[in-house]
Every structure is written in structure tokens, then in C-alpha cells.
């Protein structure tokens, strides 16, 4: 019997796990190296596979925490769009209103009220527009030198080689010379102002004493009113010079004013006036009515004016006073913020706006004035 002792170790079994900072972690089957920049395969080191773990859950989490963007796919475009040509500017245009009758001449009507601000201006440039969307020829006389209804109806007067000034200075111009088409409708025409009118009394002192300067407008106006149904001056509001160039051309006054107190006491001093007129330089001219402007028919105010106004009214009637036929024309015209922006655009509220109140009030205002007989 061989009794050679065995000296050869009892195999340790491998363990299947190693401690580490975080726990016990399982062991790869081959061990895992790490190779150092520019290192050769002999200078391998072994890395510790806890810290092989640690790195990959290190990067699961990484990978989860970031989704990955897509990419948009980029359009395919096979030509190029050919660039849009720039829209021309649209020429505003009247509405069409119902027909209402010519007269057998021209209407020649003076828009006068010496109270500045109630409204004057812009009824001239509506009740005009709304004349002449229902079929009428229309011409505006413009005698005020801020010519605010010359710039309404989007006219510059600085851009004007004439204007109503040198119609009045300077005797070799007529008004045939000076007379503009407003845009967007044929049968509305305008005679403009500018600034120089303001000195017009001083320039034509000589004829004022001798009475000519009053007719001036009267007389070099004829031969263009007579292609025209009504003739709409928009007089400034003040009793010189220019004023009495208007009333003089007019056979008929429609005073704008608001239903206050001092505008009450204004239209007046207003009637005296017109009727040292009426008794000197032209014996036929009229009061035909009243039309109230930012009315407020809700006040008590209002009302109370309106009943003086119809009181005052009904007194003349049936003597010779020039506002014994005279009426308080329906329907009021209502305050409408439609009304203060269209001069910015030049254009009358019909043109700018033609569904707002204003200009549904001037459109109705323009048959009250067109159906009424003239005193």
C-alpha cells in the first residue's frame, strides 16, 4: 500500500460575489480590465467589478433621464413661391342709397353757426355724401380757413395749386379752374380752402367798402352751380367777411347745434344776424331748420332744449320772419365715435363706416332735408 502522503491544496471555491461600498455585487464571469491611454497589453490592471456595476446603472439612469430628440424632417419645397405683387390702395366708395328727387335748380344751403365745435363741419361733408349716394349732384363750398372739410374729404391743401382763396383774390381765376371731384364718387365735388383765406378780409378792403367783396362768391360761383342739385357751404364760425360771402350765395341756412344751454343762446344772436341779412344784401334768404348733432335724446337737458328750439319755431310761424317755416330736422344725429375718426381717413362717415349710426343718421337726415320745401 502506497503511503505517499498528498500535498496538493483542496481547491478554494470561487466566490460568486465581492463586497463594495454599495453592497454586495455579483462578479462577471471573465474579469474586467481597464487599459490606460497609449498602455501596452501587459499593463492591464483589473477593475473591480462593483465599479463596472456602479458605472453601467450610472449610465442607465443617464440614458432614461434624457429622451431622445427627433428630428424634424425638413419641408420639401420643389420651387421657390414667387413674391407677392403689393396690393394697390382701395378708392373709397359711397354706398348706394334710395333715389330721392332733384329739385328744379340748385338748393344753395348755408351750414352756419357761430359757436365753433357743434358740429358744422362734419354735417356739411355727411349730409353731402349721403345727398349724393342717393343720386343727387352735389358741390361743397369749403369758406373756412382751417379747412377742416377740404382735409375731411381727403384733400391736402398744401398740395393745391388753387383754391378758394385765389377764387375770391384773384379776379382771373373761376371756379370751374378750382373745383375738385372727390375720390370714390363723380357727382360730389368740392370748391378747397387753405390757410390764406384768413386774410382775405384785409385783402379786399377796398372792395368791401364798396360792397362787391360780399357777392364775390355769389357771382364767380354761378356758372358751376348750375350743374350742380345742391350746393352745401360750410361757412366758419364767425360773422366777418367770408360768412357773408355765404349767406349771400345761400338762399337757405341749416344751422348744426347741440341741444345746450349756450348753444341755445347762440342760435340767437345767430337769427338777429341773418336777418339784417336778410333786409340788406339778400332779401331772399331763409332758415329751413335745425339739426341737432352729439345728441343725447336720454337728458333731461336735451329735451328741454329741443322744446325751446320748436317753441321758438312755432312763434314765427305765419310771419315774416326768416325762420317762420324753419323745422328741427328728424332724426337727431346720435354721438357715434364713427363720426370723429372718418376725417382721419378723409372720408365721409358713409364711405368709412356705412353700418354705424352716424351714418345711418345722416343717410335719413339727407331725405328729411331733400323731401322738405325749401321756405
Known amino acids: 500500500m502506497d503511503h505517499t502522503t498528498n500535498t496538493t491544496q483542496p481547491t478554494t471555491p470561487k466566490p460568486e460575489t465581492e463586497s463594495g461600498p454599495f453592497g454586495d455585487v455579483p462578479l ?19 477593475m473591480p467589478a462593483w465599479v463596472e456595476q456602479q458605472r453601467r446603472e450610472q449610465a442607465e439612469e443617464v440614458e432614461a433621464a434624457e429622451p431622445v430628440e427627433e428630428k424634424a424632417e425638413a419641408p420639401i419645397i420643389d420651387e421657390e413661391p414667387a413674391p407677392a405683387e403689393p396690393e394697390e390702395p382701395q378708392t373709397p366708395t359711397l354706398p348706394t342709397l334710395a333715389e330721392l328727387p332733384a329739385p328744379r335748380e ?39 380757413p382751417q379747412a377742416h372739410l377740404t382735409l375731411s374729404l381727403g384733400i391736402d391743401p398744401e398740395e393745391l395749386d388753387l383754391t378758394i382763396y385765389d377764387l375770391l383774390a384773384d379776379s382771373s381765376v373761376s371756379a370751374a379752374e378750382i373745383v375738385r371731384t ?5 357727382r360730389l365735388g368740392v370748391l378747397p380752402a387753405d390757410t390764406n ?24 360761383c354761378a356758372e358751376l352751380i348750375k350743374q350742380f342739385d345742391y350746393v352745401l357751404i360750410d361757412c366758419p364760425p364767425s360773422l366777418g367777411l367770408l360768412t357773408i360771402n355765404g349767406l349771400t350765395c345761400a338762399d337757405e341756412i341749416v344751422v348744426p347745434m347741440q341741444a345746450h344751454f349756450l ?32 345728441h343725447e335724446a336720454n337728458t333731461i337737458l336735451a329735451s328741454d332744449v329741443v322744446a325751446d328750439v320748436e317753441g321758438f319755431f312755432a312763434e314765427a310761424k305765419g310771419t315774416a320772419l326768416p325762420w317762420a317755416d324753419a323745422v328741427v330736422y328728424q332724426p337727431p344725429i346720435r354721438r357715434n365715435i364713427k363720426l370723429a375718426e372718418a376725417p382721419s381717413f378723409g372720408q365721409s362717415v358713409l364711405t368709412y363706416a356705412a353700418d354705424s349710426n352716424g351714418a345711418k343718421d345722416y343717410a335719413k337726415l339727407a331725405k328729411s332735408v331733400a323731401t322738405a320745401t325749401a321756405g
Do not use: H, W, Y
Open 182 to 186: 372727390v375720390d370714390g364718387c363723380d
Open 263 to 294: 348753444a341755445l343762446q347762440g342760435m340767437g344772436k345767430l337769427f338777429e344776424t341773418i336777418n339784417m341779412i336778410r333786409q340788406g344784401i339778400n332779401p331772399s334768404l331763409t332758415v329751413s331748420g335745425v339739426v341737432l348733432c352729439m
Open 106 to 144: 340748385a338748393r344753395r344751403i348755408a351750414l352756419i353757426n357761430q359757436k365753433g365745435g357743434v358740429g358744422k363741419t362734419t354735417t356739411t361733408v355727411n349730409l353731402g355724401a349721403a345727398l349724393a349716394a342717393s343720386g343727387l349732384r352735389v358741390l361743397m363750398i369749403d369758406l373756412d
Open 28 to 46: 462577471p464571469e471573465e474579469p474586467v480590465v481597464v487599459k490606460a491611454p497609449n498602455a501596452d497589453d501587459e499593463d492591464l490592471v483589473p
Open 197 to 220: 383765406l384768413a386774410g382775405i378780409e384785409s385783402e379786399l378792403a377796398e372792395q368791401v367798402k364798396t360792397g362787391l367783396a360780399q357777392a364775390l362768391l355769389r357771382n364767380k
